[in-house]
């Protein structure tokens, strides 16, 4: 059975900085491209940053691009996203995806928020 544990969110004040991890079970993890989506109330879930594999690629969404930084350990089977420089805007809800083709796996989510 695979499992998607996300951790490390939390209160975190403007300007500030978290970063978030997925620890990966049940599938081979360097076999998939992970991804980190968000969702904010009242709002659809948004991707927010992939990396591919093999070769390790990464995509922003432009709203996070130059303060958010995928990357992915194989041998552990965890990604992390470090989050820097956070606005009130970057408060969400934060699922980790894994995805191979068809096959696609998300977390239960971990919360983020940006509040002074």
């Known amino acids: 059975q695979v499992h998607l544990v996300e951790s490390g969110g939390g209160l975190v004040q403007p300007g500030g900085s978290v970063r978030l991890s997925c620890a990966a079970s049940?599938?081979?993890?360097?076999?998939?491209?992970m991804s980190w989506y968000r969702q904010a109330p009242g709002k659809e879930r948004e991707l927010v940053v992939t990396?591919?594999?093999?070769?390790?690629?990464?995509h922003y969404a432009d709203s996070v691009k130059g303060r958010f930084t995928i990357s992915r350990d194989n041998a552990k089977n965890t990604v992390y996203l470090q989050m820097n420089v956070l606005k009130p805007e970057d408060t969400a809800v934060y699922y980790c995806?894994?995805?191979?083709?068809?096959?696609?796996?998300w977390g239960q989510g971990t919360q983020v928020t940006v509040s002074s």
């Open positions: 995806n894994a995805r191979n083709r068809a096959l696609v796996f």
């Open positions: 049940g599938l081979t993890f360097s076999l998939y491209a």
């Open positions: 990396i591919t594999t093999p070769g390790g690629s990464t």
